[in-house]
């Protein structure tokens, strides 16, 4: 397991997208995409392994839950730069491409196609959304600092 993976500051990140139980009624975690990031955040912490095999086909497309812009585009900057930018050797079950992922949905409605690059992922997404991947590359600048 990489030990320069942050779960903590992932788990926190990701955290402060929660709508809340009261908002939600209840937590599903399963069929949310908060939780969902934040339970695999815990299993892969839990078996100390950085990937979750079949990962990215878990992630809840379903859920239509209306978050916080900036509260996900924050979370995806601090996600950003936590990945290795392993280039060539990028694998999609990555607990940071899943949880990334998981976020883009939340923003976006879809996620952008990763190619183990933050630089390539900054050129895509501009080419999508101008304005978000301003403000995510923004939000990946500041937890640089």
């Known amino acids: 397991m990489d030990k320069n993976i942050d779960f903590n500051g992932l788990i926190g990140e990701v955290g402060k997208c929660c709508l809340s139980e009261e908002s939600c009624g209840t937590c599903e975690k399963g069929t949310c995409l908060v939780g969902y990031c934040k339970q695999s955040l815990l299993t892969a912490f839990k078996q100390k392994d950085e990937f979750i095999d079949n990962g ?65 992922y900054f050129s895509d997404l501009g080419n999508k959304n101008k304005e978000i991947s301003q403000k995510i590359y923004s939000a990946f600048k500041q937890v640089n600092k």
Not at 69 to 85: A, H, R, Y
Not at 97 to 114: F, Q, T
């Open 56 to 120: 990215m086909d878990d992630i809840p497309y379903e859920d239509t839950k209306l978050y916080d812009d900036e509260k996900i585009i924050n979370s995806i900057g601090f996600i950003l730069n936590q990945c290795k930018n392993c280039q060539l050797y990028h694998d999609e079950d990555c607990i940071i491409n899943i949880i990334r992922c998981s976020m883009e949905v939340a923003l976006l409605g879809d996620h952008i196609d990763y190619k183990g690059s933050t630089l390539m």
